[in-house]
Nanobody, 124 residues
């Protein structure tokens, strides 16, 4: 399984970016796809997750109301629409897949596969 993330780049504070993550295989209904991020000198942290079958969504408090996660089942792709970007959103963003989700989506160890990461830089 390969996860290909794209869409990162440079944005001004208050601006928007949209990330995409395409899986190389068909994603089953029991799976979940999520986004994490890692800023320089910090640990990787949870951003958002969406379950593939039911479409349940979970966000970190720091991005609620600003970021929106969505999925395209036919394309096996998950998106992260990031609005009202802040300087502190600057990080490498990683997508991750868990084949059979059982909750605990905020925990890195839950996920089976990781994408290569895409850099998001927000200028203040």
């Amino acid at each position: 399984v390969q996860l290909q993330a794209s869409g990162g780049g440079l944005a001004q504070a208050g601006g928007s970016l949209r990330l995409s993550c395409a899986a190389s295989v068909r994603i089953g209904s029991g799976a979940a796809l999520g986004w994490f991020r890692q800023a320089p000198g910090k640990e990787r942290e949870f951003v958002a997750t969406i379950t593939w079958g039911g479409g349940s969504i979970y966000y970190a408090d720091s991005v609620k109301g600003r970021f929106t996660i969505s999925r395209d089942n036919a394309k096996n792709t998950v998106y992260l629409q990031m609005n009202s970007l802040r300087f502190e959103d600057t990080a490498v963003y990683y997508c991750a897949l868990v084949r059979y989700s059982s909750g605990n989506f905020r925990y890195l160890g839950t996920y089976d596969y990781w994408g290569q990461g895409t850099q998001v830089t927000v200028s203040s």
